[in-house]
């Protein structure tokens, strides 16, 4: 084969072989993860006056959940929400914010899991956690502050972060190994944009 020929042939083949690998990775199906944690009917109301955030929380990823808390381990719900006007030029302003926790536990003298709420006065208890949280996390209710901070046709943005993590961590270890990961399930960030 002729030295030119040959060349040609190699800078065929690789560019063949190059395109069929480019449309692979583009075409191919990418593997999709659900969430962890799922965000169900997110809702901005007026509650006597007040900005309310009102959602449920859906655990996708119980199994890890469960183990967690059968070795021992306590575990924290945090939900971080800020509400904040949009602005052109400027950084958007922040309306409100608020920050709401519950604690979950194992309690393996009665074989049940415990979720305590700062909302209710008794912890909720069942011997499943779906049904423990599906009681517990159906609705949620957050105040962003007094509904007369709205001002008509204005862009507003809320931002919802929802994260499981480890309760009793201390904060110097915490701190001392800032690389590793606490949290059980990944956190989640939503956002919701609307017009008043």
């Not at 926790?101 to 194992?106: A, K, L, P, R, S």
Request: glycine share 4%; aromatic share 10%; charged share 20%.
């Amino acid at each position: 084969m002729n030295p030119s020929n040959h060349a040609r042939f190699t800078l065929t083949v690789f560019t063949v072989v190059l395109t069929c690998a480019l449309c692979l990775l583009i075409l191919a199906p990418r593997c999709v993860h659900a969430e962890a944690l799922t965000l169900k009917n997110m809702v901005m109301d007026n509650q006597a006056g007040t900005i309310t955030a009102r959602f449920g929380i859906l655990l996708n990823e119980e199994g890890k959940v469960e183990e967690a808390l059968k070795n021992g381990i306590n575990l924290k719900l945090e939900c971080d929400a800020a509400l904040y006007r949009h602005q052109s030029l400027w950084p958007d302003s922040k309306v409100g914010s608020t920050h709401y926790e519950n604690n979950i536990y194992y309690d393996s003298l009665s074989g049940e899991y415990v979720l305590e709420q700062p909302e209710r006065k008794n912890p909720v208890r069942n011997k499943s956690l779906s049904l423990l949280l599906e009681k517990g996390w159906k609705s949620l209710a957050l105040d962003l502050g007094p509904w007369s901070l709205l001002e008509r046709d204005i862009r507003y943005q809320l931002i919802l972060n929802v994260k499981l993590d480890q309760d009793e961590v201390p904060a110097w270890l915490r701190y001392t190994l800032f690389f590793w990961s606490w949290d059980v399930v990944p956190a989640a960030t939503y956002q919701l944009d609307f017009t008043y």
